[in-house]
């Protein structure tokens, strides 16, 4: 009998698309899970700090043309597994776009050694430092796989 369940890809960026719909910035809904051993750990989605107004309550906080009161899906997912006692070494992110550069940072510093995400989104300058630190970057876009590192 054939497996009809879907790839475990798919799977994570399925459910990374469903946590998405949880953020509270409009500019753009994101969302990222946590995966260890086909384990979710964690998710995340971006939104103001805990405490603070969300952009949907208090409007944007524009600099360079990025909102800058949300934290991001990625740094949500990371600090979400801390605050829970879950390591994140050897873990594989699922996202639903790529990471930004601060982000990838954090990913690099969280010992995450793969990052699977649904659509590119604007900083090439993180495929090097994916390149250099032996993290793989798989891009997933209409379910055509493109391992980028």
Do not use: W
Request: hydrophobic share 35%; aromatic share 6%; with cysteine.
């Amino acid at each position: 009998m054939e497996d009809s369940r879907p790839q475990l890809d798919k799977y994570f960026l399925d459910i990374a698309n469903v946590v998405a719909t949880r953020a509270t910035c409009d500019r753009a809904h994101i969302g990222a899970v946590l995966v260890m051993n086909k384990y979710l750990i964690s998710t995340g989605y971006n939104g103001a700090p805990h405490g603070l107004p969300h952009c949907d309550d208090a409007g944007h906080l524009m600099e360079n043309d990025h909102c800058i009161r949300t934290t991001h899906a990625e740094q949500n997912a990371i600090i979400q597994a801390a605050v829970h006692g879950s390591s994140t070494k050897g873990a594989t992110l699922y996202t639903t776009h790529s990471p930004c550069k601060i982000c990838t940072k954090i990913i690099l510093n969280a010992h995450i050694v793969r990052v699977v995400a649904q659509n590119f989104y604007r900083d090439d300058s993180i495929v090097e430092m994916f390149s250099q630190a032996g993290v793989k970057l798989t891009i997933i876009e209409n379910g055509e796989e493109k391992n980028i590192t």
